[in-house]
Each structure stands twice: as C-alpha cells, then as structure tokens.
C-alpha cells in the first residue's frame, strides 16, 4: 500500500536508480540438481546456502523455483511478461481520469496541451524502455525491481501503517469457553487453544509451500484457467525484512534446516518447534502445552525481572533508525545477540499471544493492525508473518508487504480459517515429543541490551506512540445488503461499492479525490499490482447527480431514474478500466516506466510535472477489495497525509469498510457515517425506480 506513496516522490526514485542491479550468486544454479536429490529425513531439498539475502530482484532467487519444483512453480517459465503498452493509448486512457479533478477551465486545457505533446516527447522514454522490457529484464517483469526497490525497501517510513496490512479472521465456534490442562488449575486461554490450531494449520501449508505441492494459484471461470505467478511464495516462510541504511533486504531461511516458529508473550520472544522433522505439525495437545508454558515463563520473567525491554519496537521505527539500532545491538551484544536475532528471523513465522480482550472490529483492527499502546511491543514488524491471538480468542494476521502482496497470503488465511480447533484436535500426525519443556528457549535471554540500546528503544517507544497517536481508525460494518441485492440490480458489487465510495469521500472533501484500486498482475511472470482509477468522467457524473447531500427527491421518477442510470454507466465504465489493467493496459506503471527511463540532467515530458496529473495520481483515496467468508475485516493505512485507506469486503448481505487517516482530521468516523448514507440512498433510489408490478 505504501508503493504509491513512495513512487510519486521522482526525486526519490531518481537519486537510486544506479545501483539497483544484484545478479544471483554464479554458483546457485550450479548446484541446484545436485541438491534437488539430497536425501534427508525433511520434505524440503536442501538449499545451496542455508539464508539468501534478497535485494528485492526476483531474478535473483528463482533457482529456488527450479529447486524446490512441484506443482506451485510448474508454470513460471511459461507465464507472459508484463506488457509496455502503446503511448497514444495510455494518454487516451489517462485523460478521462484526471480531467475530472480539474480546478479551471485553463487547467484543464494546459493538461490537453501537455497530453497532446507527450507522444513525441516521449518516443525515446518508449524505446529505452522496450529495451529495458527486452534486454537487461527480459527474463522478467521491466517493473518488478523499481517496483520492490523504490516503492518498499528504499522506503525510510515505519513498517507498521506505513506497509504492513491486517485481516482480522472470524471467531472459532468450535472452542470452549474454558478449559483445564492436566485436571490442575493452570486455565488455558482461548488465545492458547486458537493459536495452537491456528500453528497446526499453518504448518500444514507451509509444507505444501515449501515442497512445492502447493497446486499452482489460478483464476477464470472456464478452462484451461489462467496459472498466476508463484514467485512471492518463496518469501513467505522463514523469513524476515532486515533493515539497513539506504535501502532493507529481505532474508529467506532453508526451511529444511527449521523447525521453529517465535512465539511473542509480553515482549519476550521465544522459539519453540512446531513441527515434526517431516514438516508434518506436531499434535495439537503438544503445541496447547508448549504455548501455555510459553505463557508461565512470560509471567515468571516478567514478576522476576519486571518488564521486557521491548526490543520489539524497534522494528517500528523508521528503517534508517532502526538499522542503526541493530547495529548497536549487534556491536553490544556482539555474538550472542547475532545467533538470537538468526534465531528469530529464520523462525518459519510468528505468533504473537497478546494479553488481551478485544471484543469490537474497531477494536481488533486496532489490535492487528498496529498492536496499540498495550501490545504493539508484542510484535517483530519485519516478520514476513505474524499470527495474533488475544486471550479472549480473538485472531488475526499481519503481513509485511515488501515482497509479496496480500492476495498468496490469502490462501494460507483460507486454510488457518477453514481449521477449526476441533478440526486440529481430530488431526493424526507426528507422536507426541517425549519433553516438551526443554524446546522452548528464551531468544534474547541471558543477551546483553546496552544503554545505546536501551536508548534506542525508548526513541523507538515514543515515536511509536506518536505514530499511532497521530492515526484513527473506524469500522463501518454496513448490515443493509451486499452483493446478493448488488447483483440483483444489475451492478457488478465491486464498481458498485466503488461508486459508493466515489460518492461519500466526494461529500466528505466537497469534490473528488484521486482513488486507487489495487488489480493484480500475477497473470505475468513476476506482476505485482496495477491501479484501476475509479475517477472517470461517468463517476463524476454520478457524484454530480447525487449532489453534495441526499436531495430527499427519489419520488422524482425522471430525477431518479436519471440518477439510476447514471450509476449503470459508472459501473460499467469502473468495470470496463478494470478489465483493461487486469490485462496489464493499465496506464500508471506505464508512465512510472516513462518517467524511470528519464536521465539525469535530461527534461522530462511537461507532463510528469502538471499539477492536475500529478493530483490524479495522488492517491487521496486508496483502496482494495477482499471478500472472504471467514474474515470478519481487514485493512490497512492511508498512503497520502491528507488522504484516507480503506479496505473493504463485499459479503453476500452486508459490507465491511476498514477506514484509516490521520487523527488530526476527523475524517474516519464523518466517512463512516457517509458511506452508510450512501449505500442506503442508492439502495433506495434503486428500489423506487423498479416497474410496479400490476396487481391485475
């Protein structure tokens, strides 16, 4: 979510683009086939280096692709690449977005004339670019390495709000409402019992992930279906985002070499191993027993010694602030504090058991989404994975955007969610280990915290809470209708929700916003995201229609029924631009690849710099949709100061709207409240104009 925030600031881009090119170690291919038939107990072949240390190149790490083989990689040589469109075309397709936002008539026409121009001033931008897309990237996607470089890890703002995206998962009816372990009186929180079903789950999938039997992701509903890319898979277990100065890596750990998963209590980290050598997990009443003791020993710690340090936020600072405070950990710690943060970074996830009891959305997207001033030093932001259950059963999961989108991480949440704490119990895998106790260890125990540490941890803490501070969050969890009456009206749900969205943030600023709708690109190899702009001439249209507040004139049939089929076409059109950037016709990471192949000391298009192109890009409104049956909400943060997030659902008789912004604005709850008005004056403006039936 962050990538359009950082991508509009050229100068940022601009000033790194010289040394952004890492091959592959020459010798990883080499020994791949070799390795690929190591014989060892673990399901997984056995890399050639136990952690590789991405830059954020895709190419770099595809050997392992060819390594670990199976069904989820079968079709990566396969896929296309990402598509440069036609130059003509993309201004054609970018006027009708960006005129709408215009403040006058004479800006209006400056766009034209710098629209008119850009043609022929940017033929040679489209011929490096080809040669881009044809030479040093032709084995890839031209964008993907800008794209994971400048738009994540050259980023310096915080992880969390800033990147990392939540799902809030819906309650498990399947646990008790108590429980004794052992018939004594140590009582098992639902947070142990969710979490320890949702480790069983998890390392079920991560055994399909990491051999490879994973079948491939595919979408369309006739056959042969559309394989999408897989390469973000390789990202998502055993690893961690590691911060440094100018610009983060990203390690990945041999899962073959692995058992353990971390384990957060009260800012204590600790590694316990969840799975059996054979990547099956262990029984569920084995993990039930490790977390619970995990739980004493927090306590224990925490009566003994007092507070964790909370090394932990740490990793919400700002990426320069926090690599130099890995550094002083390092220095000060010296090989104690190198084995313990290897020890948490090549855990295969992380599951944070955070004391607490949410009951609400609201208050559990605050949870998930930052960890709050009560547990947010319950966390490691740069975990690939972080699970979080509350002492009430509550769970979720936060991911760190920098290498993998959200949606391969859907199909790890689909399982975890489908794996009720029944289902786990009923499951038959490895025996039950023979001393439970001796495998928990405390990560950082026993490893020296300096005083620069410590000051390093306390600037941490308050700039935390500042960031949290300074941001608010609502949950509009609308229980009118959903996609059932959408559909039913003749409305796709999704443009339709859009529509809404156009319409309430419209009455919220008193005119449109630019929005941002993310359409994956995984049909190619290595794609990531492209945006739908829901701005267009047939949105504003509508938004103009319906007026600043509900005019109360749905009895007016001919106002209404003009109203009515102006949403049709906004719809139609939302629909239409959609299916073109699916199709990689998009037009903004186009004019991102123009405006990268701009050279130092050379005059960029007039374009790149027109106010009114660059408010069109400017995302005021970021959004995404996700549907899911077992997710209660999700979300994110806003990617502009003065803008709004929101992350949405479309359920089968409701919507769930997550929306963020910052505190000083008050916009949250007031666009809550209009996105519910909205909905409900659509709904009603749509029933009033349907043909009465005769009653002869």
């Not at 969390?160 to 809030?168: G, T």
């Not at 306590?299 to 320069?320: C, F, K, N, Q, T």
Request: proline share 5%; charged share 25%.
């Amino acid at each position: 979510m962050s990538t359009a925030k950082a991508l509009s600031q050229k100068s940022l881009i601009a000033a790194r683009t010289g040394n952004i090119t890492k091959q592959f170690p020459r010798h990883a291919s080499a020994q791949v086939d070799t390795l690929a038939s190591t014989s060892t107990s673990s399901p997984f072949k056995q890399w050639p280096t136990p952690m590789v240390e991405s830059n954020g190149d895709y190419r770099a790490e595809a050997y392992l692709e060819k390594l670990i083989g199976g069904p989820l990689y079968s079709n990566q040589t396969a896929l296309p690449r990402l598509p440069i469109p036609d130059v003509k075309d993309t201004i054609t397709k970018l006027l009708p977005t960006a005129l709408p936002l215009a403040e006058s008539e004479e800006e209006k026409q400056s766009l034209l004339d710098a629209c008119a121009s850009f043609p022929s001033e940017a033929v040679e931008l489209q011929r490096r670019l080809q040669a881009r897309r044809d030479g040093e990237m032709k084995d890839s996607s031209w964008l993907q390495l800008w794209w994971n470089q400048l738009g994540y890890l050259q980023v310096r703002d915080p992880i969390v709000v800033n990147v990392s995206y939540f799902f809030h998962f819906s309650d498990d009816g399947t646990l008790p409402t108590s429980s004794l372990l052992g018939g004594n009186s140590d009582v098992k929180s639902l947070g142990v019992m969710r979490g320890a079903a949702m480790l069983v789950a998890a390392a079920e999938y991560r055994k399909k992930v990491c051999s490879g039997t994973l079948p491939c992701e595919a979408i369309g509903r006739k056959e042969p279906k559309t394989p999408l890319c897989s390469v973000a898979f390789k990202y998502m277990w055993n690893s961690t985002r590691v911060p440094k100065r100018v610009q983060d890596v990203y390690r990945m750990y041999d899962p073959s070499l692995h058992q353990h998963c971390i384990v957060a209590r009260k800012g204590r980290f600790y590694s316990v191993d969840f799975v059996a050598e054979n990547g099956d997990p262990l029984p569920l009443d084995a993990i039930e027993a490790k977390l619970l003791r995990i739980v004493e020993l927090a306590d224990e710690a925490e009566s003994r010694d007092g507070p964790a340090p909370m090394l932990g936020l740490l990793s919400s600072s700002d990426r320069d602030s926090w690599a130099d405070a890995r550094d002083e950990l390092l220095v000060s710690g010296g090989e104690k504090m190198e084995k313990a943060l290897e020890k948490l970074e090549s855990g295969a996830l992380m599951l944070c058991l955070d004391d607490e009891h949410p009951t609400s959305k609201e208050q559990c997207a605050e949870r998930f989404l930052t960890g709050g001033v009560s547990s947010g030093y319950n966390r490691w932001f740069d975990k690939s994975i972080q699970l979080i259950c509350t002492n009430n059963g509550k769970s979720g999961l936060m991911g760190e955007h920098s290498m993998m989108d959200g949606m391969p991480i859907v199909g790890l949440a689909d399982h975890i969610t489908k794996t009720s704490y029944e289902d786990a119990r009923n499951k038959t895998y490895s025996d039950f280990p023979s001393d439970v106790y001796s495998e928990i260890e405390d990560v950082f125990e026993d490893v020296h915290v300096s005083t620069g540490a410590h000051e390093c941890i306390g600037k941490a803490k308050s700039d935390f809470y500042k960031l949290i501070g300074d941001h608010e969050l609502n949950v509009q969890s609308f229980q009118g209708y959903g996609s059932n009456y959408i559909k039913k009206a003749g409305f796709s749900p999704d443009a339709y929700v859009q529509m809404a969205i156009q319409l309430a943030t419209a009455r919220l600023w008193g005119k449109q916003g630019g929005t941002y709708e993310a359409t994956q690109m995984r049909p190619f190899l290595h794609g990531r995201t492209e945006t739908t702009r829901s701005v267009s001439p047939a949105s504003a249209a509508f938004v103009k229609a319906m007026g600043p507040r509900p005019r109360q004139d749905a009895k007016n049939g001919e106002t209404r029924t003009e109203k009515v089929a102006l949403l049709h076409e906004a719809v139609a059109s939302h629909v239409k631009y959609i299916g073109e950037a699916a199709k990689g016709n998009g037009i903004d990471r186009h004019l991102l690849g123009l405006s990268m192949e701009v050279a130092d000391g050379e005059d960029a298009p007039a374009l790149f710099a027109h106010p009114l192109y660059v408010r069109s890009k400017t995302w005021r409104v970021s959004t995404s949709h996700l549907t899911h049956p077992n997710f209660d909400n999700w979300g994110f943060g806003e990617v502009v100061p003065d803008g709004v997030g929101i992350g949405y659902a479309v359920k089968a008789d409701s919507c769930v709207f997550n929306i963020t912004a910052r505190k000083e604005h008050d916009w949250t709850g007031r666009l809550s409240h209009l996105l519910e008005e909205a909905l409900l004056e659509m709904q009603t403006m749509i029933d009033m104009d349907k043909p009465t039936a005769s009653k002869l």
